[in-house]
Every structure is written in C-alpha cells, then in structure tokens.
C-alpha cells in the first residue's frame, strides 16, 4: 500500500515540500506520474532535501536523458513496449536503423518505441485486412491478435470485442551510471 500520495502541477516551480512528505512518511521506492521534465525537476527538489528513494517510473514519463539527470541516475521505468536501449533483436535493429536515419541525431526513448510499435501493430493489422481495407476490417484483425507480441516489440498483447486486455507484462530499463540499459534484454517480466 502506497505510504504517500500528492497532487503536483505541471505548472509547479519546486517540489520540495513533496519531496519532504514523502521522505518523513518513508517512502523508499517513488513513481511520478507526469512528463519527462516534471520527473526530473522533482527529482532535482529531492536530492536538494537529501533525499533520493528508487524512482519507479511508467514509460511514458521518461525520455533518454533521465538517468543523466541528478537523483535519477538509477530509475527503473517499465513499459510495454520493448527497451530502447540495451537490446539487440531483429525487430529492434529495424527501429535502431529507421531512428538513425530520421530520429533527427536525438536518443530514442519510450514515446519513439510507443510510436514504432504501434505503427507495427497497424501495419500486421492492415496486411491482414488485404485489400478490403477499412475501419471494420482492421478492427477485425485486431481482434484475432491473442498473446501478440509483434515480433518481440511489445508485451503479449490481446485484443477483443470489448477493447484490448490488461497486460499482465512489463520490459524494464534500469539506469546505471547515467545510462540505460536492460537488465532482462527483450524478455519481459510477466505476473
């Protein structure tokens, strides 16, 4: 059971005043949940306090730069989608290659791999549909997708007449030393 819960803002200067709630209230491992740039400025008002628990992030609220940044040099973010950095597949080497080319010379990070996977994900769709493309059709390959993990980029994935299933899997990325890296490779951790 979480020991502490806050509402922050985007908006908001400093978090010093979570950051000591959540320290005098114990709080070993702490997610925030919001962007990129939010974590990181929480993370700088925490190690001010001397205080730096184990950022536990979801994906999406972390970009390449994090671990480079101070108190989130070792994050543990997971994600549904497969690690951006420390994994070599087929499926990865496409999306390496396709990011060097037009990732404009920036780090991938999870919204670059949430994107590549989702256009993969609409592409097997739509091969699937052949040339009777449309809304119906794609919606009907999508639901024959159970336990698809689209050649590695994502968690199993299953989809149904009532939208798709909770995901039961998650990829992890630890930082270490100021960079990514996945201690688990392409395989993800599943309850």
């Known amino acids: 059971e979480p020991t502490y819960r806050a509402s922050i803002s985007l908006a908001q200067q400093d978090f010093t005043s979570e950051c000591i709630q959540a320290r005098?209230?114990?709080?070993?491992?702490?997610?925030?949940?919001?962007?990129?740039?939010?974590?990181?400025?929480?993370?700088?008002?925490?190690?001010?306090?001397?205080?730096?628990?184990q950022y536990l992030q979801p994906g999406a609220t972390v970009d390449a730069e994090t671990v480079s940044q101070p108190g989130l040099q070792n994050a543990l973010v997971q994600a549904f989608m497969f690690p951006f950095a420390g994994v070599s597949t087929p499926a990865v080497n496409d999306f390496k290659k396709t990011w060097e080319r037009y990732g404009g010379a920036k780090n991938?990070?999870?919204?670059?791999?949430?994107?590549?996977?989702?256009s993969k994900i609409f592409?097997?769709?739509?091969?699937?549909?052949?040339?009777?493309?449309?809304?119906?059709?794609l919606v009907n390959q999508l639901y024959k997708f159970d336990d698809e993990t689209f050649n590695g980029l994502?968690?199993?994935l299953s989809y149904g007449s009532k939208g798709t299933e909770d995901a039961s899997c998650v990829f992890y990325l630890r930082g270490r030393e100021g960079k990514?890296?996945?201690?688990?490779?392409?395989?993800?951790?599943?309850?």
């Open 24 to 53: 005098n209230a114990g709080v070993e491992i702490f997610s925030v949940v919001a962007d990129p740039n939010t974590v990181q400025r929480v993370a700088a008002s925490c190690q001010r306090q001397n205080y730096e628990p």
């Open 108 to 118: 991938p990070g999870p919204p670059a791999t949430q994107g590549w996977a989702a």
């Open 123 to 137: 592409e097997t769709a739509a091969k699937a549909a052949g040339d009777d493309l449309s809304r119906k059709t």
């Open 154 to 156: 994502t968690v199993p």
């Open 180 to 191: 990514w890296n996945a201690p688990n490779g392409n395989e993800p951790i599943c309850w």
